[in-house]
């Protein structure tokens, strides 16, 4: 019997995990179209390939992944590209994304699609096709599943394999390792081949003993090595990764640490079945298990295309009429759906559907009495009551400094307040916050250094072209050594500008030079029209010469008249 | 009595001295107050302050010239930030000076003439062109500073609010407490 | 709308203070038994006054009344307030503590879950510096046999201030037997000698040692239905004991037993009930241990060297003044961090 180790804390709400495993998963229906949002994974959003209007076929790449953290995004079934647009999406804000609509055919007709053997395949080439294939953690956290099966120099001794299921009302895992185990081990070995681990263990809350029992077996019958199934206790949020690790290994990892530095890798079961689909039958990730539970007729595993709608998903469950929300995920962490049209995700593992009378509203909060309990149950040792303080006045500094950023957000807090204070909400109002600040305070650097910059670069173009205009100067008075010397310049070009006095010599100077200039220009324009004469009398026909007499003669008379009418007997001066 | 005088004295002018030669010896070059304040201001150098960028009125407050409200951009906050920094009381905008929502600017391409008087303007560079050629603004480096809208000829600047999307989407502070939330 | 979690506990703040009235009943029902019904007369008064200072203080603090006053926790503060005061008193007593501890350390400090200080304990704290002739003359228990006043006079006293002709106080009134155990010592009479005295029983004084016993059944009710956490309980009266049990090993003769201090007063009371209060007490495991080991050394220290006959409700203020620094100083190890977790 394998020591299990225990994480502070833990809940027990109610499970409800027995109405919808009581039959086993159904093929949902082809939906009537198909919203696939393109951004269903941990990283940059996956970029469009395929026009409207376009016929795409099943398994098609229709969004590339757009740098290193990102994954693609697949056709879940053949037809058209009805739009590329925003569309409402899975997220607690509500607020839409870029989604790409398909209007299925109804032929499902497959793209051209094979396996390799994972054995003869270098590791490189297999996570390439996990990122191709766009596996990514189907237990919530979706992220992409070619950037964790990478070790990184980082000896991994130990893979665990997530089964635990932890929150209420979810089945899909339960289900698939009932089902499907044979398929989920074969990709843990994959994966385990990947990370070169020693062992994989694969904890299951002891409250599923069917799963339990088919995992044993298939460990058994498929003859895995390095593998055992453990029974978890079941306590709520022993399904998260890091509580899970802690349960089997003893060892923690703290926020903002990967486990792979601690020699342990989590993969979700979902994820290692998806994994097996990919690189042995080179199936991208097109559809997945969700459970359809609560306010139905009756509760049940779909395998559900991606991008199904989720009101025609719950329609096979038979949806109460009273239905007044759709949660996604479990009713401790799961999202409140801004709409029926959303469609399913990578990360959808669960539908609940909710009424007033399932999920009563709050009561109203009343203020905190620092009884504890939520200390006593957060799984992370944090001490809620503190974060709630200061979440609520503001006073973020102090909220990191009570390790805001090590709360995973598992609810238990919120779930045991007897003031029903609405606590996550606090951190998730200060987490973002936080990070929004941090946001602004990276763009007031980079504007700081542009601005730094510009003014560099302003003043270095003026000096530029001050140096410019000085060399260029000093060509003219090269070529020009009949002006007379002007006088020495005291200053270097790079004096200290500082230097008020220096300065005006230099200008006094200057202005020396200047005039010296202008009278030796001067000069040498009376020189030029002494000596020379104008050009164009040379060679005139008599007519022009008599029109110039004519000319002459008249300026002359009015010489003479403006003279007589004149003070001075000066000529006026225009010249 | 003299004595006494002269021993009062002479500590007197030896700690003079002393002080003197500190104040020479560890000078502080630059004044480390402005670096902080600097820090503080959002840096959109947009001169709605009266200075000529952030770092000039950061500048001017530490020497006691500027108040403290003069920076909407900074909004209610960098007013209080300011307010803790150097140990003075809030002091809420005044009238006209409140802050606006970040916005940026965009270049009416259609309108745009190329006469590069908005690339001059841009305190952070944040606007590509040359002249006769269209320009146009890099929005991730825009500051929303505004100072480019006024030097342009044909009026085709103008300033576009952000929107919230799912990337720059924030929590909302609770607000279903029956009990009024003294601490905002 | 709201987000998650979707589903709570059925729990709520004025359940887990009635659970603590429940467990107050014990007591009270042992008080009675010997002491007689007057008990409930101040409860009664304390109970009507804490409701109406909490009803006016809500509406000027501009605070909606239903879910404050149906909290229960101002019955509780009132409870406490008129246990830790003799019941034979006259009725402003009881008003003007518990209109003391509800107004001013409850809500001039924000109200609910906002008070540093136990408020039932700061009303206690201002009558025993403030009247303390009137904090001295407690009821006798039946089983001595002294001469004792019918329920008829003593209402008459409470509420009138007059006592049947021929009659003094001090006839039928006595004083605590931690109370008596000082003095006496100050007279120089041995432990053991004081212990003969009638108003003794087996382990602290006759009666009273049978209310502290029901306090603490109440107590590990509490336990049993975790409205509290053992750590400040146990943690107090092994503390206590333990400071008790040294000093009375050294010199039997001057220092009381352990189990004397563990049933004399409001030690019990204070265990289970005024140190628990989750509003004026640390948070953190560690932070708790402290608190208790605080609170039990103060009780032992203002009990035997003390000028007050007994040292809880100070101890319970003093302590509540140092929760923020315990509390500061006591943060636990978060997953995954090191040492202090920072």
Redesign the interface.
């Known amino acids: 019997m394998r020591q299990l180790f225990k994480f502070h804390g833990g809940v027990h709400p109610p499970t409800h995990k027995a109405e919808s495993t009581r039959t086993p998963i159904a093929q949902a229906k082809m939906p009537s179209r198909l919203v696939i949002p393109l951004h269903q994974h941990v990283g940059n959003r996956a970029v469009p390939v395929v026009q409207v209007g376009e016929r795409v076929l099943k398994g098609q790449i229709i969004g590339r992944p757009d740098g290193r953290l990102s994954s693609a995004v697949h056709a879940s079934t053949s037809g058209t590209v009805s739009a590329i647009d925003m569309q409402l999406v899975a997220h607690f804000s509500g607020l839409p994304d870029l989604c790409i609509t398909l209007i299925p055919d109804g032929r499902d007709e497959w793209i051209e699609h094979s396996g390799v053997d994972y054995k003869q395949t270098p590791h490189t080439e297999l996570r390439h096709l996990l990122r191709e294939a766009g596996v990514v953690g189907l237990g919530g956290a979706v992220f992409p599943s070619d950037l964790k099966s990478y070790s990184n120099k980082h000896k991994i001794k130990t893979l665990v394999l997530n089964g635990a299921e932890c929150e209420p009302y979810i089945t899909c895992d339960d289900l698939l390792m009932r089902e499907r185990a044979g398929d989920t081990l074969r990709g843990a070995e994959v994966l385990r081949e990947l990370l070169y681990a020693e062992e994989v263990l694969i904890g299951i809350e002891d409250n599923k003993p069917e799963a339990i029992a088919a995992m044993k077996k298939a460990v058994e019958q498929d003859g895995h090595q390095h593998m055992e199934v453990i029974a978890v206790p079941t306590l709520y949020p022993g399904g998260g990764a890091k509580q899970l690790i802690r349960v089997l290994t003893g060892i923690e990892v703290a926020a903002g640490v990967r486990s792979t530095e601690k020699g342990v890798q989590c993969f979700n079961v979902a994820t290692a079945w998806s994994t097996w689909r990919a690189i042995a039958h080179g199936e991208p990730l097109l559809s997945r298990i969700v459970t359809v539970t609560g306010n139905v007729e009756h509760a049940q595993n779909f395998e559900v295309l991606l991008g199904t709608p989720v009101e025609e998903l719950v329609a096979q469950a038979g949806s109460r009429p009273d239905t007044n929300r759709h949660i996604m995920g479990g009713p401790m962490m799961g999202v409140d759906l801004p709409s029926g049209q959303v469609g399913v995700t990578k990360a959808t593992n669960c539908i609940i559907e909710g009424s007033d009378k399932l999920f009563p509203p709050p009561a109203p909060a009343l203020p905190c009495i620092r009884c504890t309990r939520c200390a006593d149950v957060c799984p992370a040792d944090l001490q809620p009551q503190d974060l709630y303080w200061f979440a609520k006045s503001n006073n973020f500094g102090k909220t990191q400094e009570f390790h805001l950023f090590d709360c995973i957000e598992c609810g238990a807090c919120a779930y045991v307040c007897p003031s029903h204070i609405p606590l996550v909400q606090y951190y998730r109002y200060a987490k973002s916050e936080i990070w929004q600040r941090e946001r602004e305070a990276q763009s007031a650097e980079v504007a700081r250094e542009r601005h730094e910059y510009r003014q560099f670069r302003i003043e270095r173009e003026k000096q530029e072209k001050a140096e410019r205009l000085a060399q260029k100067e000093k060509a003219a008075l090269a070529a020009k050594p009949a002006v007379p010397a002007p006088l020495p310049v005291a200053a270097a070009p790079n004096a200290d500008p500082d230097d008020t006095l220096q300065m005006r010599v230099d200008a006094d100077v200057a202005k020396a030079n200047l005039q010296l200039r202008i009278d030796a220009a001067v000069a040498r324009a009376k020189e030029q029209a002494a000596t020379a004469k104008p050009r164009n009398t040379d060679a005139l026909t008599p007519a022009q010469q008599a029109e110039i007499a004519e000319i002459e003669a008249r300026r002359a008379k009015l010489r003479e008249m403006a003279s007589g009418a004149g003070a001075d007997d000066e000529p006026p001066k225009h010249n | 009595m003299i004595s006494a005088l002269l021993v009062m004295i002479g500590i007197s002018l030896l700690l003079g001295a002393v002080l003197g030669y500190s104040a020479i010896r560890f000078k502080v070059e630059g004044n480390p107050l402005v670096e902080k304040i600097?820090a503080v201001?959002?840096?959109?150098?947009c001169g709605q302050c009266g200075y000529p960028?952030?770092k000039p009125y950061a500048e001017a407050i530490a020497k006691g010239e500027a108040d403290i409200n003069k920076c909407p951009p900074g909004g209610e906050e960098g007013i209080h930030k300011l307010a803790d920094l150097l140990g003075v009381e809030y002091k809420p905008f005044g009238e006209g000076a409140a802050p606006k929502a970040k916005a940026v600017a965009f270049i009416d391409e259609q309108t745009c003439i190329g006469c590069t008087l908005c690339l001059q303007a841009c305190?952070?560079?944040?606007i590509v062109g040359a002249a006769k050629q269209m320009h146009t603004i890099i929005v991730s480096?825009c500051?929303g500073c505004e100072l480019c809208v006024a030097p342009c000829p044909v009026d085709c600047i103008s300033m576009q609010p952000l929107g919230?999307?799912?990337g720059?989407?924030?929590?909302?502070?609770?607000t279903?407490?029956?009990?009024?939330?003294?601490?905002? | 709308m709201w987000s998650s979690p979707f589903i709570t506990l059925p729990s709520s703040v004025s359940q887990i203070m009635l659970r603590v009235l429940i467990a107050l009943i014990p007591g009270i029902a042992a008080y009675v038994w010997y002491f007689g019904p007057a008990i409930l007369v101040s409860i009664a008064l304390a109970s009507v006054t804490a409701l109406a200072t909490e009803a006016v203080m809500l509406k000027l603090r501009n605070r909606p009344l239903k879910p404050f006053l149906s909290d229960n926790s101002a019955l509780i503060t009132a409870w406490l307030l008129a246990l830790s005061i003799p019941p034979l008193a006259p009725w402003w007593l009881v008003v003007v503590g518990t209109v003391f501890g509800i107004a001013v350390a409850k809500h001039l400090y924000g109200g609910l879950g906002n008070n540093i200080f136990n408020p039932a304990m700061v009303g206690y704290a201002v009558l025993i510096i403030s009247f303390p002739g009137h904090m001295t003359h407690w009821l006798t228990p039946h089983a001595i046999g002294m001469l004792e006043l019918p329920f008829s006079d003593q209402l008459g006293y409470i509420f009138g201030g007059i006592l049947p002709a021929g009659l003094t106080l001090d006839a039928v009134t006595t004083a605590t037997p931690l109370d008596t155990l000082k003095t006496q010592l100050h007279l120089g009479l041995s432990v053991n000698e004081i212990r003969e005295m009638p108003i003794y029983g087996y382990l602290s004084g006759k009666g009273s040692e049978i209310v502290a016993l029901g306090f603490a059944i109440g107590g590990l009710y509490m336990l049993a239905t975790r409205i509290i956490t053992w750590y400040l309980p146990l943690i107090y009266l092994a503390a206590l004991f333990s400071i008790a049990g040294f000093f009375h090993l050294y010199d039997p003769a001057h220092y009381a037993s352990p189990l004397f201090h563990w049933f004399s007063g409001a030690a019990m009371l204070g265990a289970f009930f005024i140190f628990t209060d989750p509003i004026g007490s640390p948070t953190t495991r560690k932070g708790k241990i402290i608190y208790a080991v605080g609170a039990a050394l103060l009780t032992w220290l203002i009990r035997t060297f003390g000028g007050f006959p007994d040292g809880v409700a100070f101890a319970a203020l003093l302590m509540n003044i140092c929760v923020p620094l315990i509390d500061a100083y006591s943060q636990p190890r978060v997953f995954g961090k090191k040492g202090d977790g920072k």
């Open positions: 600097d201001l959002p840096q959109t150098q960028g952030c305190p952070v560079d944040a480096e500051t919230e999307d799912i720059n989407w924030k929590w909302r502070y609770p279903i407490s029956i009990v009024p939330v003294a601490a905002r």
